[in-house]
């Protein structure tokens, strides 16, 4: 049994006047934000506060780049040649290390967002492309992944440092792939089945989809979105469940 996982959230995803998620509040739980970069979601003004309270908290800072489709929330699929693929990532990634050193802080792992994530979840090389992008940015970035999809293998066949990462909230296909948000049964929506399966898969080191089957893979860490009404009510149920089950809370280290 894994006796520490890091608990993510995306975070910084306000636009303005306008407020997207709790952040403070997920931030006290939480190990490691992954923060917007302004495409899908975020603005510089955002960016910083949300930087700085993570700072502040100890939470590990990460980079969440995603298609530039601020009205979508990143969540339609887009087709982009490859070199503004990885000019659109490196861009991204580019402004949230640069906040983070205006801050006196340091962005320490990238994580993709949205449909991104999702299409580089089945497709290697357009994974590659992202993370060779960001890193050629922040060369010592940890480069988190979708556990057990093309996102994994594309980290490993690059040598990078990853961490693997199952989500709270999300069902599964039987290729660890995340079943699609416009099904009705893509979402978990209650905190204390979220919980309870987050510290299953945890236990056994394998993803619990839809259909009843078990993928074995590495898990370093679980995600929990910061944007749905009823996210603070799912982190605080993963945490106590993961504590219940023997299981601390802990920033990944990277493989």
Known sequence: MTATVDLNADMGESYGPWVMGNDAEILKIVTSANIACGFHAGDPDVMAKTMQMAHDSGTGIGAHPGFADLQGFGRRRMSLPKDTLANMVAYQVAAATGMATALGTRVRHLKLHGALANMAAEDAAMARTCYEAALRVAPDLIVMVLAGTEQEEAAKAMGAPRANEIF???????????VDRSLPHAMVHDPVIAGARMARMVARGAIETHSGQWLPVPIDTICLHGDG??????????????AEAGVALKPFEGR
């Open 168 to 178: 709270a909230d999300r069902a599964y296909n039987d290729d660890a792939t995340l």
């Open 229 to 242: 009404p009823e996210a603070l009510a799912i982190a605080r149920a993963v945490k106590a469940h993961l």
